[in-house]
Structure formats: C-alpha cells, structure tokens
C-alpha cells in the first residue's frame, strides 16, 4: 500500500568521505543545466554504452521543452529524475541508470499529454485530470496495434506515486494521491494472468535452431577461423608491400576463395569479405544459441563472459571421471556491486565447446584491447563487412549489446533452416534461450526446481526472475499450465486414434464415447478439456502415456500423481494406467535395438544379459501392440 498520506522527507546530501556531493553527482561529461544528460555508468552493463536522456524532446505544439516559457516545469522535471536516480521507491536506495532511463520515458509521455490539457505545473493535476491521463495510456496501441500491457500502466503509476510521496522535495509535486491509498498495481488492473511472460521457444522451433548451431560449431568454426586469419595475413602482408586497396582487396580475396567450408547445408567456398563476415556473424549467433538454451545465463551473463570461464569443476562423489565443466562468470539483475555477484553454470560439452570457440574468435580482439571479453566488436563492423578482422583496424571495440545480439539471431538463424510455426517465421529473441531452457527442465523433472533456482543464480527458491517467468509460484502456474495443455493435445490423441495398444488403451478403446458428424474435431477437443478440468491426471512422456489412477499404480504413486522416481519404461510397460499409440514407436524401436545390440556382447555377465533379454521382449511386445494399430508399421529391424 502507498502511505500517501505520510509526511514526506526531505533529500538528505548524498556524501562521499563526509562531504556533500552536487546535485548532478550522477552525471559524466555533462551538467544539471544541459540539454542532455549522460549518467554515470551504475554498473559494468553501461560501461561502453552510458545511459543518456535528452531534456530538448519535442511537444505535441512544435515547441520544445528546453524552451524558456517551460523552464519552471523543465526545473522540477530534473529535480525528480534525480530523487529517483537518488531513492527507490521500495527499498529507498540509489537506482541504477538504466531504471532512471524508463522513467524519463514517462515522465516525457506525461509532460506531452499536459500540454494540450493546458497544465503547466505537476501541482495542477487534480484527480480527475490524473484519471483522463490514465485512460490516455491505457488507450494507446503499440506496433502492433494491441493495447499497452497493465504493468506498463502500472509503471507510469509508478512516477505518479513519486509525484505525490516526494512532493515536498520535487516542490511542484502532487496535492492528491494517484492511487488512493492503493498500490500501482491494483489501480492499473495487473493480476498474475495478464502481467505477461517473456515467450519461450516452441520446441518444433527450438530443437533445430539448437541441433544447427551445434552442427555448425563442430563442422564449419575451425574452418572459419583458419580462414579469418589467411585473409588478416594476407592484407597485412600486401599493406607492407605498400599495395593499393585494390590490389590488396583481390589478394584477400583469392586466398579465402581456397578455403572450402563442410557445413550442414554442403560445401561453402568463401567468396569475399563480406561472405567471411556474415558466416563470422553466424558462428557467434551459434555460440550464443547454444550457451543460452543448454546453459540458461541471461543475455547480459552470456555477453559479459571473459576468457578463462570455463573451468573444470569435479564434485566429490564424482570417483576420479572426467570432470564436468562450468562456466565462471557474473550476475548483474539486482546486484548492487558494480561488477555484479560471482556466479557458476554447470556446462554440457556443446556449450563448453561453443565457450573455447569464442575465446579463439575473440583473441585478436582481446590483443588488441587488452580486455578480456568474449564478445567484443568492432563499432561499424556489421556495416563494413570484414574490415573489424584486419590488423590495421583501429576502431573503438565495445561488447555486443543485447539489442545487437537480437538483430544478429534473426539475421542468422535463417542459416538454420528453421521451419514455420503455425504458418509464419517464429521471431527469435536473446531471452527465449533462458526461458526454453527453464521451461524444458521444470516440465521433465518438477522436485528439481531447488537445484534449477541455484543454477539459474536465485538467491532462494522463492525468488525467481520476473522478467522472464515471475516468482516461483507463477513458474508453478506456467509449469501447470503447461502440462494441462499436454494432456489436453494427449487425450485428443487418444480420443480420435483408431485403436491404442498399452494395458489401459484397451480400456480407453472400449469406454470413450463416439464421435461423428461436421463437428467432430470440436467435439473431441471439448471433450478432452473436460476430461483435464475434471482432474483426470494424464502422464506424457516419450513411451506413452499414463492415464493415473492411484489403486493400479505400478510406480506406487501417491493420489495425485505418479512417483517421479519410480515411473521408468518397464514399470510403464506392465503398469494397467499405461497406454501406447503410433508417435511411441520410434522410442521402442530404439530400445528393441539397443538391447538386441548388448546380447550380442559376448563379455557381458550373465546377469546384465538377463536384464537385456527382458527389455527386449517388452520392447518388441510394445512394437507389436503398436503395429497392431492401422499405420503402425512394421517392426523392421
């Protein structure tokens, strides 16, 4: 709740050492008075790109707002951006820039409705004028001509809540609460069902963008980089000569036109500069897709990575092996430290590898810098092609921005082939790999979400990123909601399939009523609904499915649910809540395959080919019960 109601405090002096800082203390390279300011860097994000803001922005009128007949509201504008960059509103600590940033953006929409409402000072607005610039923004559209979501309302509610809190430090602020008594997100209408949720990747998308990148890490990035450092040789070489840009221009040329890359879509002869640059831009969009979505760092994490991240890390049951991988790095998202909380991601192979490729297509860039990050580029470098990799180049280097690393994934996802997703091109984003990866752990294994909340760099189980998924009970919601959909695709399976195999698809065949007529797709699906909504559990997994009833449980699950430590294919298989249909055989088929191969060892014990030869009588028994079915196929081995 706001207490408006309660006195406000006056700015205490912001002090470093014992003595009072100015009033624009925030500020680098630039004054209270300016046109525009630009914000000391609050942590090491902002180091290359300071955040800035404009005061001169234009008003419906024509004027500007750096003109003197607006000098008195301009006053106590700046004044409030800096008590916010000074207070949050929360926690009453200083605020990062980059927060400063978006509520100028508000601040400005506001100032741009006053004018032609005819207000000059904030201490005009009354509540009803508060409540016509409300519905101004809840009118609004965006791009793509829908409504701005609630928690944006609630955000420009948010500076209104400023306004009136600190008015006596802001001096022209506001006599009346725009809340209340209320908080922001209530008055705004924000509930836990339309907050809104970063997408994530849907898996016909997601399993061949990951598989590609891969595929082109392992095939194509020791071509790239051998050929990367053919053309630097050679330019440096002709530039020694004291040859035309002609002249060296061709001998570049003809050296990478020997260079013959074995990549996923066949033979790929470099042809230029600019063909070597778009296939350099295409192997860190591989490196990023492939950290992102098998790893789950933010996009802020992955692009501050430094060289020497990975490192090995061998836990204490681990006998000797190999030791597993992890990734070494930091955490920005509300950490107060500059350089943000010391953090580490276990690693699979491909991601490890994808992190020893950056730190050979960063080298040349880290010599010449003397940094230490893995995505540094050169300013310019994606409009000149391959200019960034010569070794005369001396343009500014800076870490890819977010921003960068969204164009670059959908300028180079292309390369992969990806397929439509209900008739159109899915539009990738640096955030779907962390919420993919999130999404893919927590429908498989749901007890596991302690361990995902510390590999993600949760500080606790209960808190969990907003900005991608919410708290840990909305991930439950999400969890839940997506497993309802499951079953409702599943029981449509199973309603309209002509025969199913499985001890209770005999009995799903003999009581599911009959469905007919124009209408018969829709039928099936409402009834499917109903069945979920009902409460009848429905387990998917890769060898079928499990329509739960505690009393025949062969996993011995509780009332509810089946055991997640005990549901396995051959508990499965002789279990009466199990059924199986067509999209199940490829996995019997693979497990008939797999055993009949371990009995033709002959140094295996007696004791591991019993084990074998049962699994794969109940494989092939599946397959038969599969084949049973109408397109079921053969078995085929």
Not at 234 to 239: A, D, H, K
Not at 252 to 259: E, G, K, N, P, S
Not at 508 to 525: E, N
Not at 526 to 537: E, H, K
């Amino acid at each position: 709740m706001i207490a408006g109601s309660a006195p406000s405090r006056a700015i205490a002096p912001v002090e470093v050492g014992g003595k009072a800082l100015a009033r624009d203390w925030f500020l680098r390279n630039s004054a209270w008075h300016d046109d525009v300011w630009i914000f000391t860097p609050t942590n090491l994000l902002e180091r290359d790109r300071p955040v800035s803001i404009g005061w001169s922005f234009a008003l419906p009128s024509g004027r500007r707002f750096t003109d003197p007949s607006f000098a008195r509201l301009l006053e106590s504008s700046r004044t409030l951006i800096a008590l916010i960059r000074t207070r949050c509103l929360s926690t009453g600590l200083a605020q990062r820039a980059t927060t400063v940033f978006g509520y100028f953006h508000y601040l400005r929409g506001l100032v741009r409705w006053m004018e032609p409402e005819g207000f000059s000072r904030f201490g005009d607005l009354d509540a009803s004028a508060l409540r016509r610039f409300q519905l101004s923004i809840e009118r609004r559209t965006n791009q793509q001509g829908r409504r701005l979501a609630r928690a944006t309302v609630q955000k420009y509610l948010d500076l209104l809540v400023y306004m009136y809190r600190y008015r006596l430090d802001i001096g022209d602020g506001l006599t009346v609460d725009p809340c209340s008594g209320r908080s922001s997100g209530a008055v705004a209408g924000v509930t836990e069902f339309n907050r809104g949720t970063w997408p994530y990747t849907p898996d016909v998308i997601a399993v061949p963008l990951v598989q590609g990148a891969i595929e082109f890490l392992s095939r194509c990035a020791v071509g790239l980089l051998r050929a990367r450092e053919m053309y630097a040789d050679e330019i440096e070489t002709q530039q020694h000569r004291g040859c035309t840009d002609e002249v060296w221009r061709k001998a570049a040329i003809r050296v990478l036109q020997q260079v013959t890359l074995d990549t996923p879509k066949g033979p790929h002869t470099i042809e230029s500069g600019a063909d070597l640059a778009e296939l350099l831009d295409v192997l860190y969009t591989a490196c990023f897709i492939v950290i992102a979505y098998l790893v789950g760092p933010r996009a802020s994490e992955i692009l501050q990575l430094q060289a020497g991240c990975l490192q090995p890390f061998t836990s204490d049951d681990s006998g000797g092996d190999t030791p597993d991988a992890i990734i070494v790095g930091a955490i920005f998202k509300r950490e107060a430290a500059y350089h943000g909380r010391r953090h580490q991601w276990m690693t699979p192979p491909p991601a490890a590898h994808a992190i020893t490729v950056l730190e050979a297509l960063s080298a040349p860039h880290r010599a010449r810098s003397g940094r230490r990050e893995l995505w540094l580029r050169s300013r310019g470098g994606y409009r000149f092609g391959a200019t960034e990799w010569r070794r005369s180049c001396s343009s500014e280097l800076h870490v890819i921005s977010t921003g960068q690393m969204s164009l670059l994934l959908r300028r180079c996802s292309t390369w992969f082939e990806l397929p439509l997703h209900d008739g159109k091109l899915w539009r990738l984003s640096t955030h779907q790999g962390r919420k993919t990866f999130v999404r893919f752990a927590a429908l498989r294994d749901r007890s596991a979400l302690f361990a995902l909340a510390q590999h993600l760099g949760h500080r606790e189980r209960g808190t969990t990123d907003r900005g991608y998924s919410g708290t840990d009970y909305r991930l439950n919601l999400e969890i839940d909601a997506a497993i309802l959909e499951q079953s409702v695709s599943a029981w449509e399976h199973m309603l309209s399939s002509p025969h199913l195999g499985g001890r209770a698809g005999e009995e799903i065949l003999a009581k599911r009523p009959r469905f007919r007529g124009a209408r018969m797709k829709q039928s099936i699906a409402q009834y499917a609904r109903m069945l979920v909504d009902s409460g009848l559990t429905l387990g998917v997994c890769d060898w079928g499915f499990c329509v739960y009833r505690q009393e025949h449980s062969a996993c011995l699950g509780s009332a509810t649910a089946p055991n997640p430590l005990r549901r396995e294919p051959s508990t499965c298989a002789r279990c009466k809540n199990f059924a199986v249909s067509t999209p199940h055989r490829s996995y019997w088929l693979e497990q008939a395959r797999r055993n009949e191969a371990l009995l033709n060892e002959p140094t295996l014990p007696t004791q591991t080919l019993k084990i074998a030869r049962a699994r794969l009588q109940e494989a092939l028994t599946m397959i038969r019960s599969i084949d049973a079915i109408p397109g079921g196929g053969h078995v085929g081995r």
